[in-house]
């Protein structure tokens, strides 16, 4: 009996299997991002405080406009082919003024369809919807860490259709 196509079939399944638990769990590297991007359809960033983070440009690292710009450590993730996004940020001196919805009845959205291991599992009974952005955000505040995630629902009261409106460019952090 012929054991050679049965022992590169499993050394194929190990191989992928190994890299499917640990690729997402390998530091930044153009191969992690890569494969992030395409097979995962999924991209992060990290950067040191919120005045880092572009204003302007690729929109899915422009910060709404809610967070204090004296935020730090400041994580965003987000689907490369949609408008989901994570972000973590731990405040300044600024606090934050409190999710907020003023236009229309803001969605409670099912749940979070990003996933990263900065982002606590247990935030749904403490997330508040904040609708300032053309995004409805899922806000949790725990201390002086904020956890807010969006599914790219719109937020009530702006118009649906075409695509959000990027910051003005006299905005600045």
């Excluded at 982002?119 to 409805?136: G, I, L, N, S």
Aim: glycine residues 6%.
């Amino acid at each position: 009996m012929n054991r050679r196509p049965l022992v590169i079939a499993a050394a194929t399944v190990g191989v992928l299997a190994t890299a499917a638990i640990a690729l997402p769990n390998l530091p930044t590297n153009p191969v992690t991002d890569t494969i992030n991007d395409r097979v995962f359809k999924e991209k992060g960033k990290r950067f040191a405080t919120a005045a880092q983070v572009p204003t302007r440009g690729e929109l899915t690292w422009v910060l709404p406009d809610w967070v204090p710009k004296d935020a730090t450590d400041v994580r965003i993730k987000a689907r490369t082919d949609g408008q989901a996004r994570l972000i973590r940020f731990t405040l300044g001196a600024t606090p934050l003024d409190g999710p907020q919805c003023s236009a229309g009845t803001p969605k409670k959205s099912p749940k979070t369809v990003l996933a990263a291991k900065w982002w606590p599992a247990d935030t749904r009974a403490e997330e508040r919807p904040d609708c300032r952005d053309y995004y409805q955000y899922q806000v949790t505040v725990r201390g002086k860490e904020v956890y807010a995630w969006t599914d790219g629902t719109p937020s009530p009261g702006v118009k649906t259709h075409g695509t959000p409106v990027q910051p003005a460019s006299s905005h600045t952090r």
